[in-house]
């Protein structure tokens, strides 16, 4: 009796050994040779690219989802508007190896990602999920879930040691790769936020930027009582900035499959009434929607709508994100969530929704296979824009547009400027329109956005604030800059360079900043970074515009049209044909168009015979798709529909659309309208070309 006594004592004693000793190793510092905040996608390439180096890697994510974006729900990837042969590295990687995943499991895919064409590549968020992992786990990179920033120590400018809700970690380098710039703010890097005026890095895109329409609507004051309808009319673009940063959202994974289908939740507290002036939007004719991109596995990967007046963006709710803590950030999220519900329980529900709308989302549910320990809804919040790093070199529209070479590349970029909106405001008449988004306003080099460098030194911090530290994401460049650099596929090359920048200055015990770049270079090139711009993008920006007088053919300019109706002119996508082109038009308008906006051109053909007719416009998703156009000329009449959302050839500022007969001894009439038409008609210029 007393051995068993003893025995069961000596068993305790040893359990309470072993319990404290856990205790005690949870509250060890920890140490590697590069320390990695945020497992976002420049996170996790960043800390896969360094532990392939040789390096010992801790990463460090503040919640308990590891992926950011790439893996919470963001099921597109928007490389398709990239120079696909530029962003390689680790971003191929992964794709290859979710293509891979599939085919393992006998699926093929619509797409090859061997082909760098521009097809959309597109993935289910647990087979990310899975990829992520594993490459994770092959590189041996130690990854910490729900280590939320506490504070950091430093010695002079260089970082010591992170102090986490869970742990103390040091470490010879670090990088900053959160979508917020957590870390660098901690550090006491400077940095900024929202969008810079006009002047301060003459930007032409810079300051709020407003869509120039006129719009018929009302709503309710501050205290909830109804405004009268009122009509507003923007002022266009105005010079100053502000600290408003894009609209945050969520991307959502969808299916009508009843097999794998979860009911989407019913919001809480939902009032009806918040609602009304979006109901008040849709009686004047307009569109409310959220964008829908076809998933493997019958999915949808749900994505606010650029430019939309109401979508699944809440306009203004991330202004205070960054700044915000821990508890802060949650309820900001939950805001964002349950506006994400009431605005898809208002489109399936509301009888101020049209039919055609409803019938779009109303099957839709959340996926039983995806996210499980969140109730199947999106873990991760898209936070396109965050603080912004001041560092050795700020990026900005002119690097983009005018400046692409530099001596110290990292990655090639090449995803065109484009702002999701940044604001909406009430005017004094109680009007309701959306400022600052850059869209329309949206520069192209090509139709997939001009090649640039993004040089090592936008990611470094000034030497004299921090020299043991790297930030890829929340990176060195303006608003404008931003709106280029902010797509996942840019982020994970960027994650991979600093991934291995840093275990190159951990290994020679060398500042960020004094890292020789020839030696990062040549490692870069190893791990299939691609440093020169691409041959079949000009590293010099193509011209603002196209001479008419360079072109063959019969050219018709929009200046030489006859105009009825309500058109405006723009100069913001390049190229163009003259000084610039006209529009006519809104992108989310669901009523047909009425007719009342039209352009004539008249001429006389050199001679008789057949003509190809092409059309010279700016190819986008918000074009309308069908451009009535009708050619008359002497007993030949031809009449046709354009498709303006359709890409041009490649390199091509015009593309054929018909062929016509015309008559050399009588007058050639053209005419373009809006007659029933959904989005945007472009009025650039046409060409007839004899066909010999």
């Not at 999220?333 to 989302?361: G, M, R, S």
Request: glycine share 8%; net charge negative.
């Amino acid at each position: 009796m007393t051995d068993l006594r003893w025995d069961c004592a000596a068993k305790a004693l040893v359990c309470l050994v072993a319990l404290l000793a856990t205790t005690a190793s949870a509250d060890e510092t920890r140490h590697a040779d590069v320390v990695i905040y945020g497992s976002t996608p420049g996170g996790f390439c960043a800390a896969i690219a360094a532990a392939r180096e040789g390096a010992s890697v801790i990463l460090l994510e503040p919640t308990d989802h590891v992926g950011g974006l790439n893996t919470g729900g963001l099921s597109f990837s928007d490389s398709n508007q990239t120079v696909r042969s530029s962003v390689m590295g680790l971003f191929d990687e992964w794709h290859r190896r979710i293509e891979e995943d599939y085919a393992a499991r006998g699926i093929e895919l619509p797409y090859k990602v061997s082909e760098k064409n521009h097809a959309k590549w597109t993935y289910e968020p647990h087979v990310a999920m899975r990829v992520t992992r594993q490459m994770l786990d092959e590189a041996k990179v130690t990854l910490l879930t729900k280590r939320y920033l506490r504070s950091v120590t430093k010695d002079g400018t260089a970082i010591i040691s992170l102090v986490t809700s869970d742990g103390t970690f040091t470490g010879k380098v670090f990088i900053d790769a959160s979508y917020e710039g957590d870390l660098l703010a901690a550090a006491g890097v400077s940095w900024t936020i929202g969008r810079e005026g006009r002047d301060e890095f003459g930007e032409s895109l810079a300051g709020k930027q407003y869509p120039k329409r006129t719009m018929t609507i009302d709503g309710f004051d501050a205290q909830g009582s109804p405004l009268p309808m009122i009509t507003t009319t923007d002022a266009g673009p105005t010079e100053s900035g502000d600290r408003n940063v894009m609209t945050y959202s969520f991307r959502l994974c969808l299916t009508a499959d009843p097999d794998n289908k979860v009911p989407m939740p019913t919001p809480a507290n939902y009032d009806p009434a918040r609602f009304e002036v979006v109901r008040r939007y849709l009686e004047t004719g307009r569109n409310v929607r959220f964008d829908l991109y076809p998933l493997p596995g019958d999915k949808f990967d749900g994505n606010n709508a650029i430019a939309g007046q109401f979508s699944l963006g809440l306009v203004g709710g991330g202004k205070d994100w960054c700044e915000a803590d821990e508890a802060g950030r949650k309820a900001i999220w939950e805001a964002h969530k349950q506006y994400t519900l009431e605005f898809f329980h208002f489109l399936t529900t509301d009888p101020a929704v049209p039919e055609e709308i409803k019938k779009k989302y109303i099957d839709l549910g959340l996926c039983k296979d995806e996210f499980a320990a969140y109730g199947h809804f999106s873990p991760a919040l898209y936070v396109r824009e965050g603080r912004r790093m001041r560092g050795m070199y700020v990026l900005s529209e002119n690097d983009i547009t005018k400046k692409p070479t530099k001596p110290d590349p990292i990655v090639v970029s090449s995803f065109p400027i484009d702002s999701h909106d940044c604001q909406r405001v009430a005017h004094k008449e109680g009007g309701v329109v959306n400022e600052g988004t850059i869209f329309p306003v949206r520069v192209k080099g090509t139709r997939h956005g001009y090649a640039y460098h993004v040089p090592y030194r936008s990611v470094l911090p000034k030497p004299e604030e921090c020299t043991n530290l790297l930030v890829p994401v929340a990176l060195s460049c303006t608003h404008v800059g931003i709106s280029s650099i902010r797509v996942e596929p840019t982020w994970m090359i960027l994650g991979q360079s600093a991934g291995i920048a840093a275990a190159l200055a951990a290994e020679e015990e060398s500042t960020v900043q004094g890292l020789s770049y020839s030696l990062l270079r040549e490692r870069l090139l190893a791990q299939d970074q691609v440093l020169e711009l691409p041959a079949n993008v000009p590293s010099k920006p193509i011209a603002g515009t196209i001479d008419v007088k360079s072109l063959s053919g019969v050219v018709l300019d929009d200046a030489d049209a006859t105009l009825a109706g309500r058109w405006d002119r723009s100069t913001n996508f390049r190229p163009h044909v003259g000084q610039g082109y006209l529009f006519s038009g809104e992108p989310d308008v669901q009523q047909n168009g009425d007719g009342t906006a039209s352009a004539t051109f008249r001429f006389k053909a050199p001679r008789s015979g057949r003509y190809r007719l092409l059309m010279a416009y700016s190819p986008h998703e918000s074009r309308a798709t069908r451009v009535p156009v009708v050619v008359t000329s002497g007993p030949h009449r031809k009449e046709l529909t354009v498709d303006q959302a359709k890409p041009l050839p490649a390199g091509e500022a015009f593309r054929q659309v018909a062929t016509v007969e015309l008559d050399g001894d009588a007058e050639t009439a053209v005419t373009i309208s809006n007659a029933e038409t959904k989005g945007f008609v472009i009025l650039d210029a046409l060409r007839f070309v004899l066909v010999k």
